[in-house]
């Protein structure tokens, strides 16, 4: 006979990572920031005591919610003390060189022009993925398609840019 025991905390945030991930991510606008806050929420769970609370998962989303909101009045209060510029000096750009911001201004725009040749379907899965920071799980509510479909327009959508940003840099250093 199976065992009925429910899976740990941590394994929980395991299993859930890219769900708990994204659903930061829409709160806090940033990718880095979710990924520590999942990875703050694991944390947590392994300094969770014995007792397994009665939802497990909403837990962990009260956690990692929890755990946004504090690094939220964090900076809040970092921005009282700090003024902008002195905010903007300690977070100095390492590409700040005109040059630089040329190249990666150039490099955008051909992605942009990429993105832009692709297939209105590609182009809506390879956005909500690697810009929006959804799911396989929700693009597939989204668009109604299979979730096997979906990585293999993400895939050709990658692909796509990659070859295009390689030809434009290969034609120009000839």
């Not at 002195?86 to 051909?110: M, N, T, V």
């Not at 590609?122 to 799980?137: D, I, K, P, Q, W």
């Not at 509510?141 to 096997?148: A, R, S």
């Amino acid at each position: 006979m199976a065992s009925c025991k429910s899976p740990t905390l941590t394994r929980l945030v395991e299993i859930h990572y890219e769900e708990l991930k994204a659903y930061i991510q829409r709160r806090a606008g940033s990718s880095f920031i979710a990924s520590d806050i999942v990875q703050e929420t694991w944390l947590r769970a392994a300094r969770h005591s014995t007792k397994q609370p009665d939802n497990p998962l909403a837990y962990l989303y009260r956690t990692a919610t929890n755990l946004l909101l504090d690094k939220q009045r964090q900076d809040t209060t970092h921005g009282r003390y700090f003024g902008e510029s002195e905010l903007a000096e300690a977070i100095e750009c390492p590409l700040s060189s005109p040059d630089k911001a040329a190249g990666i201004r150039q490099e955008l725009e051909i992605l942009s022009n990429a993105l832009d040749d692709l297939p209105e379907k590609y182009r809506a899965v390879f956005l909500l993925s690697r810009c929006e920071g959804f799911t396989m799980r929700e693009i597939a509510m989204q668009l109604d398609i299979k979730e096997g479909t979906i990585e293999k327009q993400i895939a050709k959508g990658m692909r796509h840019c990659r070859r295009r940003l390689e030809r434009t840099f290969s034609t120009r250093s000839e």
